[in-house]
């Protein structure tokens, strides 16, 4: 399941009057249009590499902990390249803490997990949470939809500075085209090879969780 956004940025990665000094736009007629322009090249940027740029709140709802079966002994790290080994990753990394994991036990009745049952990994791209040394998951309820929940914050900081320079620079190019050409452009997230050469040079390749 994808993750859903509960609290958005605070602050865009590119202010309204460097948007307007990069069109070389004076006025203030256009700020509205352009302040729409510099959200949407930033979600369009989000979507396109799987990443949060300026910190956000996510609420990530899955049916299962991954098929995760396995306990962690001391001593031994879980092989990264699967899900059956207990990690879950969580998308629109970079991962900058996780709030609170959430299941519904056996019972139906919604339950808090410890902090010091799972471990959370933010020095990885995705970003994952494993539970702890000689620790489980918990047995959910059978069949439950959104048997677990788990709120965490993404992102590369919580001002403009912590994003890459290269991201920034894409929201802008992007801000110019849809600035300039406000036809309907032939292209999508979907097909990154469709994009401007120059944005999907700065952008690099998506990272999914």
């Known amino acids: 399941m ?3 956004r509960s609290v958005g940025p605070a602050i865009e990665p590119i202010s ?28 369009f940027v989000e979507e396109a590499i799987g990443k ?11 049916d299962t902990w991954s098929d995760a079966t396995v306990v962690r002994a001391a001593g031994q790290w879980p092989n990264w390249n699967t ?15 996780v709030t609170s994991v959430k299941y519904y ?13 799972y471990q959370v990994d933010t020095a990885n791209v995705p970003g994952r949470i494993m539970p702890a040394v000689n620790r489980s998951w918990p047995d959910l309820q059978p069949d439950k939809a959104g048997a677990v929940i788990i709120e965490y914050k993404g992102g590369y900081g919580t ?9 920034r620079l894409a929201v802008l190019y992007l801000i110019s085209l ?6 309907p452009i032939a292209f999508s ?10 944005v999907s040079r700065l952008i690099g390749p998506p990272v999914y969780g």
């Open 189 to 198: 997230i979907s097909s990154l090879g469709e994009l401007p050469l120059m």
């Open 83 to 97: 899900r059956s080994d207990g990690n879950i990753r969580l998308p629109y990394s970079p991962l900058i803490s």
């Open 52 to 62: 949060t740029l300026i910190q956000s709140t996510w609420i990530y709802t899955l």
């Open 178 to 183: 849809w600035y300039d050409e406000r036809k």
């Open 159 to 167: 001002g403009p500075l912590n994003v890459p320079t290269t991201l």
């Open 16 to 43: 309204l009057a460097e948007a307007k000094q990069w069109l070389r736009e004076d006025g203030t007629d256009q700020d509205e249009i352009i302040s729409i322009l510099i959200t949407g090249a930033r979600e």
């Open 2 to 4: 994808n993750p859903n």
């Open 105 to 117: 036990d056996t019972a139906g009745t919604l339950q808090t997990l410890d902090a010091a049952d």
